[in-house]
Nanobody
């Protein structure tokens, strides 16, 4: 499975941004897809994950603000981020093959999201 992330950039606090990840391989639709993020000096953490059945899990810090969605026909997973805060600034990585809590072995290259105050 190969993953390619896109989107992100610089946004003001309170704004919105959407990041997407395109995956290769016919088994994409069978795998849990997730987004993780890593801020400078911090450990990588789960942001959101979605299983093929549609169940999702979100970090408490993003609940109500972020929405993960997947389109298995197009092998894509997206993260809509609203009401962004400076503490959301991080490199965001898409991930495949884990579960709703733990990352799997497949990672995208990461995309930077910077929220200015």
């Amino acid at each position: 499975v190969q993953l390619q992330a896109s989107g992100g950039g610089l946004v003001q606090a309170g704004g919105s941004v959407r990041i997407s990840c395109a995956g290769s391989g016919s088994i994409f639709r069978l795998k849990t897809m997730g987004w993780f993020r890593q801020a400078p000096g911090k450990q990588r953490e789960l942001v959101a994950a979605a299983v093929p059945s549609g169940r999702t899990n979100y970090a408490d810090s993003v609940k109500g603000r972020f929405t993960i969605s997947r389109d298995d026909a197009k092998n894509t997973v997206s993260l809509q981020m609203n009401s962004l805060r400076p503490e959301d600034t991080a490199v965001y990585y898409c991930n495949a093959g884990g579960n709703l809590i733990v990352a799997g072995p497949y990672w995208g290259q990461g995309t930077q999201v910077t929220v200015s105050s």
